[in-house]
């Protein structure tokens, strides 16, 4: 099979696993095959206190993956805080976050990485939040060597698709879209949805939908038919409508996500799924739709806390990350071995870290953290 045809059938599977969540171990493998990677796992990680939570995994050790949730989510210089700093969609090495003779002198590396004969991994950022981020990670084995270009091509290829698959997860499940009872499921959701035909007419609409196509500042029905009132959206939207029944591969090469306007210059995004592959079928047999269109207003893309009091005090990663690690592991002695760098070294960035914050002490730096992170602030 030729790259492009594997692409594809990996992109339709991906978007298969996004509704029938049993699929996505199998599409980690594929990935795994595709990119040349040992392990695959959908993540997400909060960054204080440290608590990591693996949706689906491909290839790893169970006990070291419990490790890692008891033990070495704090440890992790790679995650904590590093990729913090990478934004939704960046497809990103572990040289990428942190100097190589940095990793592999780590507590992290020696005691968890490097007992799996793994080397290196790549990450792409899926969500942040105020409080967490989730994300795809895959590692390399020592056989397959370090991450190099070809790696990062083909991750980049993949990466937008496992980003807006999760993202339509999040808004509909398979498991709940049996066609006894779909007018009402799709009536719960708070997101506009549109199950649309070829032709773009609406067969059916839920009550978010509805209202939003009565108050006619985003969309309107023209003669029974889909119709943003963003023009360049809406050849967009219909131009896809008419690609849905040749598949996925039709669909992936004029997207998914398309950006909107609203009349009084609001910014909304409408998602397309579509309904004619794979295990999709099951959502669109009652209404014959070849596509779901999902409408929300887009969420402002805000900084983490942590990215935030790092712009206040001018911290540089190494401060930012030995400020974390004082905070979750301790004291210099217990620091310096997991970051990999001298009790010096870390002396050195905290008296930095005490200069740019205006504190003294240790337990200073760790209530200034906690109120960057609480959401009543501090």
């Known amino acids: 099979m030729d790259e492009t045809a594997q692409v594809s059938r990996l992109i339709g599977d991906i978007y298969d696993a996004a509704l029938d969540r049993g699929l996505w171990p199998d599409v980690l493998k594929k990935s795994c095959g595709y990119v040349q990677g040992a392990t695959g796992t959908l993540m997400s990680q909060d960054t204080t206190p440290g608590r990591a939570q693996f949706y689906f995994q491909w290839g790893n050790n169970l006990d070291f993956l419990k490790s890692y949730q008891d033990i070495y ?26 100097p190589f003779d940095e990793f592999f002198a780590s507590r992290f590396y020696k005691e968890w990485v490097a007992p799996q004969g793994f080397i290196d991994s790549i990450f792409s950022t899926l969500d942040k939040s105020a409080t967490s981020y989730a994300f795809i990670a895959i590692t390399r084995h020592e056989r397959d060597g370090l991450v190099d270009e070809e790696t990062l091509r083909r991750m980049r290829l993949l990466a937008p698709h496992f980003r807006r698959a999760v993202t339509v ?10 066609a006894a009872a779909l007018a009402d499921t799709l009536d719960g959701l708070a997101a506009a949805m549109f199950l649309v035909d070829a032709g773009g007419r609406i067969v059916h609409a839920n009550a978010a939908g509805q209202a939003m196509q009565a108050e006619g500042s985003v969309v309107r029905a023209s003669g029974g038919k889909f119709a943003a009132l963003d023009a360049q959206a809406d050849r967009a939207l219909h131009n896809i409508f008419m690609n849905a029944d040749s598949g996925d591969a039709a669909l992936g090469t004029k997207g998914i996500a ?112 906690a109120g960057h992170m609480s959401p009543l602030g501090g």
């Open 73 to 98: 989510v704090k440890l992790n210089p790679v995650l904590v805080p590093t990729l913090l700093y990478a934004r939704v969609g960046d497809v990103l090495s572990t040289v990428d976050l942190l």
């Open 169 to 178: 997860g999040q808004i509909i499940d398979l498991n709940k879209v049996e």
């Open 258 to 369: 398309v950006p909107m306007t609203a009349r009084g210059g609001e910014r909304y995004v409408a998602h397309v799924l579509p309904l004619t592959s794979g295990a999709r079928r099951k959502a669109g047999v009652a209404y014959s739709a070849v596509a779901a269109v999902f409408v929300h207003k887009a969420a402002l893309d805000l900084p983490h806390p942590l990215e935030t009091l790092a712009s206040a005090y001018k911290l540089t990663p190494a401060e930012l990350r030995v400020l974390m690690m004082i905070v979750q592991v301790g004291g210099v002695p217990d620091v310096a071995p997991v970051l990999g760098i001298s009790e010096t070294t870390v002396k050195t960035h905290l008296q930095r870290i005490f200069a740019k914050t205006d504190t003294k002490r240790q337990a200073d730096l760790v209530k200034l953290v």
